[in-house]
């Protein structure tokens, strides 16, 4: 069956970096592209980019631009997010989600991964 | 950027009432809506892409309709575990962007 499983939660310091991973199964990794979603404590969805699987181009979104890089190890079907210089409103569920084009909608999500950002 | 206004922001329903969520966009987003089901510490999950096209396993109590910029989901027939967390998210344009959420209750 599909399965994004994604890594455990962090908890780092202000200007500090992570690394998050999304690894995929249950398909072939390369026919889908990859989002990402942010979401901080208790509130809505925001949508941060996405990176092409097959070709390894990411795309941010305007907010997610600088410190965000998407980044891919294909052969292993994963997908990494990673935030440099870490500051207290990165504190949030990070989700990879898997893109269904045509009609432009997440089918398969991870179980996100909660990053604290505390010093 | 297209913003996506969901409404309500809550809802109470008694089982086995029928409810709608509304999302409205700021401009045409041509049927490229789904709608989400999030509980709580989980992921979302998909109920209704392409405005109205039900996602395999997911119950037939749920249903989305609409065009343009006004889209609905429907409950019909409210049950425990239908209470969440509803986001609309239109794929239409980049960025892509999702509605507030609706937090629904059983009454």
């Known amino acids: 069956q599909i399965q994004l499983v994604q890594s455990g939660p962090e908890l780092k310091k202000p200007g500090e970096s992570v690394k998050i991973s999304c690894k995929a199964s249950?398909?072939?990794?390369?026919?889908?592209?990859m989002h990402w979603v942010k979401q901080a404590p208790g509130k809505g969805l925001k949508w941060m980019g996405w990176i092409n699987t097959y070709t390894g181009k990411p795309t941010y979104a305007d907010d997610f631009k600088g410190r965000f890089v998407f980044s891919l190890e294909a052969s292993a079907s994963t997908a990494n997010l990673q935030i440099s210089n870490l500051k207290n409103e990165d504190t949030a569920t990070y989700f990879c989600a898997r893109f269904r084009g045509g009609r432009g909608y997440f089918d398969y999500w991870g179980q996100g991964v909660m990053v604290t950002v505390s010093s | 950027d297209i913003q996506m206004t969901q409404s309500p922001a809550s809802l109470s329903a008694s089982l086995g009432e029928t409810i709608s969520i509304e999302c409205r966009a700021s401009e045409d987003i041509y049927s490229n809506l789904a709608w989400y089901q999030q509980k709580s510490g989980k992921s979302p999950q998909l109920l209704i892409y392409?405005?109205?096209r039900l996602q395999d396993g997911v119950p037939s109590r749920f249903s989305g309709s609409g065009s343009g910029t006004q889209y609905s989901l429907k409950i019909s027939g409210m049950q425990p575990e239908d209470e969440g967390d509803y986001f609309c998210l239109q794929g239409s344009k980049f960025p892509y962007t999702f509605g507030a959420g609706t937090k629904l209750e059983l009454k």
């Open positions: 249950g398909y072939t990794f390369t026919d889908y592209a």
């Open positions: 392409a405005a109205n």
